[in-house]
Nanobody, 127 residues
Framework: QVHLVESGGGLVQAGGSLRLSCVAS????????MAWFRQAPGKDREFVAA????????NYADSVKGRFTISRDSTKNTVYLQMDSLKPENTAVYYC????????????????????WGQGTQVTVSS
């Protein structure tokens, strides 16, 4: 079976940092763009960041630019999200996901372009 498993969430004070990890198992995702989404209570799931399957190309939601960094280690089938200068409004369950297409040139940000969601990891930022 193919799985994505997120970890690294927790409780942190505003201004603090967390590093999320997403480990994929069951098959390689080295040719899939990978993304992080988040869902706050009572809100829709929204795009946070994505990274292309090859090269340094990344894409970020405006609200996290300059504070969050997405990276990947394809040898470990793992995607990371470094979150710095966290704010209370960043509180949400964070999910990683794999692009439905392989070898996609561009980076997409729509929910329905991704599949194989993990179970999520809770991030809580206190003020």
């Amino acid at each position: 079976q193919v799985h994505l498993v997120e970890s690294g969430g927790g409780l942190v004070q505003a201004g603090g940092s967390l590093r999320l990890s997403c480990v994929a198992s069951g098959r390689t995702f080295s040719t899939n763009n990978m993304a992080w989404f988040r869902q706050a209570p009572g809100k829709d799931r929204e795009f946070v960041a994505a990274i292309r399957w090859t090269g340094p190309n990344t894409n970020y939601a405006d609200s996290v630019k300059g504070r969050f960094t997405i990276s990947r280690d394809s040898t470990k089938n793992t995607v990371y999200l470094q979150m710095d200068s966290l704010k209370p409004e960043n509180t949400a369950v964070y999910y990683c996901a794999a692009d439905r297409e392989t070898l996609r040139i561009g980076i997409v940000t729509k929910l329905n372009e991704y599949e194989l969601w993990g179970q999520g990891t809770q991030v809580t930022v206190s003020s």
